[in-house]
């Protein structure tokens, strides 16, 4: 089945639109409409393309950096267990960090363990 580019260019016009940034602090887990992507970058799933992210690093009032989420069991070190959120064991996808507008963040889930952010932190230096 071929990706729906033209649908989620549609709520992504939708979400261009709005006016103001969402308030959002490093550690914070949200629901993200991250969209219809490229290849193996990784896509937001459901009607609405969402997807849980981790803000690992605010950069601006409009901006900052964030780790997708996945419900994958596969265990692999890209891909390192996070905990159970919204009852489904997560796994941060270290390859898919990336920046986004906050206007992509939906709802806040809540906070990531303080312990377990920094392990996820020390995994993201390691990799550069």
Known sequence: MGKEFDKWNEIKKQIDREELPRLYHTREIWWCSLGVNVGFEQDGSGDEYRRPVLILKGLSESTCLVIPLTASGKNHVMRPSIGIIEDKEARALLSQIRVIDTK?????????????????????????
Do not use: E
């Open 104 to 128: 992509r963040l939906v709802r806040k889930v809540g906070y990531l363990n303080q312990t377990i952010f920094q392990r996820i932190r020390k995994a993201v230096k390691d990799l550069l």
